[in-house]
């Protein structure tokens, strides 16, 4: 009784496991007869069907007619099937293009990094590089916030340059280059001027030279060099005694290092009138001028 009623339970596991896989084998053909036929199919109905090739095709044809949310989450179900196949470079490409039309610059450079690491000698290695600089140059912020993302978009510009020089893209990968340090000119000046704005002097003068020893062909040189003999004639007039005769030396040496570079400049009457209470502090206490 017992052996009977397992063999029935058997049968009917068979039965049913086999009437289940012929049903899915017969969705999956309408799937593709309906595609095929032209008929509309959800995007989750294909990638649903487990037809690699199928998903493989919708895919390009979503990527053909710039439907880059469809066709870049097409390509990414069907990347698995073609581990080791002839096509997996392409997907993976075609994947990571379309994540870059879409303007997901995140997801894009995340897979654009892994193909040129996988895929260093596919023809679409060159394509993938330029488009992983891009990626960093639209993800950089501007001036105020952090330019850790603004540095690497620099250094990938740069490397696709020197790998290749005479790609099209060269000259105006130059110009976006120019720009960013730009913005890292502008990035440099603002961090020195927080200083400055909160009255952190001596802080405010290592930033501020230090902003233009990086970049000396900033376009806040005279800013900066103003902030420098303000920033040093304040904390000289604050100072205590003992430090007061250096530093009114180093308002000396700064206004002089200004008005040798911008001597018709409108800024020119405030700091005399700085020099002129360094100067008459000096002399009062007969401290040479250097």
């Not at 596991?13 to 289940?20: M, Y």
């Not at 990414?76 to 997907?91: H, L, N, R, T, W």
């Not at 040189?221 to 100072?239: C, F, G, K, M, T």
């Amino acid at each position: 009784m017992i052996k009977a009623t397992f063999k029935i339970t058997t049968l009917l596991l068979c039965s049913i496991l086999f009437i289940g896989t012929a049903f899915a084998h017969t969705e999956d053909k309408t799937i593709r007869e309906k595609v095929e036929s032209g008929k509309k199919v959800s995007i989750h109905r294909i990638i649903k069907s487990a037809d690699p090739e199928l998903i493989y095709s919708v895919g390009l044809k979503y990527y053909g007619r710039e439907k880059w949310k469809q066709a870049g989450d097409l390509f990414d179900a069907c990347q698995a099937y073609f581990v080791g196949d002839m096509k997996e470079d392409s997907i993976a490409f075609f994947s990571a293009r379309s994540k870059f039309k879409d303007r997901d610059y995140a997801e894009a450079t995340v897979q654009l990094d892994e193909f040129r690491r996988k895929f260093g000698r596919s023809v679409f290695v060159e394509d993938a590089e330029a488009m992983l600089a891009m990626c960093h140059y639209y993800l950089a912020p501007d001036a105020t916030r952090d330019q850790t993302i603004t540095a690497e978009a620099i250094v990938a510009f740069s490397e696709f340059i020197e790998r290749y020089p005479n790609s099209k893209r060269a000259s105006a990968f130059s110009d976006l280059i120019l720009e960013l340090t730009e913005r890292l000119k502008k990035k440099a000046y603002l961090n020195a001027y927080t200083y400055y704005k909160i009255q952190r002097y001596k802080s405010a003068v290592v930033a501020l030279r230090n902003a233009l020893k990086q970049y000396p062909d900033t376009p806040y040189r005279e800013d900066i060099l103003y902030l420098i003999a303000v920033s040093n004639y304040r904390l000289a007039h604050n100072s205590v005694i003992e430090k007061q005769g250096e530093r009114y030396l180093n308002v000396l040496d700064s206004y002089y290092s200004f008005i040798n570079e911008y001597p018709e400049s409108k800024r020119r009457k405030e700091l005399e009138r700085y020099i002129k209470e360094a100067k008459d502090y000096l002399d009062k206490n007969n401290i040479e001028k250097q």
